[in-house]
């Protein structure tokens, strides 16, 4: 039988411009590897590790890439953990701590009206319980990343 190849497609996304002066440089943010943790006390992290490009602004496209002194690409790790209170029923990111005491912090997430979880709760569940589409929730993680300007 002959040999399946699949058509190999990288997981590029647009994410914010970034912005000296007058100049404008547009990225794009690559996946590179996504790694679940399980810790002894069994809480969960999962980590996105994206390299981001950076290519010159070309009207609203993107033109070639800029490499050089001050112009590299570079990595971000987005983490999801019990550091950031998510919907339940989503995933969607509603808070993430910022220095509350752990007394502070169970209290914000209690105060939600609608059912709320630390994300790396959720991540657990999700791995257990739900048919995942991997590529789906990379890119959405990696989204809101994005909108939480963690690009720029």
């Known amino acids: 039988m002959p040999l ?3 058509l190999r497609q990288c997981i590029d996304l647009p994410v914010s411009d970034r ?6 440089v547009r990225q794009k943010a690559r996946f590179l ?6 810790q002894p006390d069994g809480q969960c992290s999962a980590y996105i590790t994206v390299v981001v490009h950076l290519y010159a ?19 971000v790790v987005l983490v999801a953990d019990n550091n950031t209170i998510v919907e339940a029923s989503t995933g969607n990111i509603l808070r993430i701590r910022a220095g509350e005491s752990n007394a502070e912090w169970a209290a914000a ?9 630390l994300q790396g709760d ?3 569940l999700l791995r257990r319980y ?10 959405g ?3 809101a990343a994005d909108a939480m300007s963690r690009f720029v």
Request: proline fraction near 7%.
């Open 33 to 38: 590897s996504l790694r679940h943790e399980q």
């Open 130 to 139: 739900s048919p995942i589409d991997i590529e789906e929730m990379i890119v």
């Open 141 to 143: 993680h990696i989204q």
């Open 57 to 75: 602004a070309a009207d609203d496209g993107y033109g070639p890439a800029i490499d050089g002194p001050g112009f590299t690409s570079y990595s």
């Open 4 to 6: 399946v190849t699949p």
């Open 19 to 24: 912005v000296f002066d007058n100049t404008r």
């Open 122 to 124: 959720f991540f657990e």
């Open 109 to 117: 997430a209690e105060a939600y009206e609608q059912a709320v979880m």
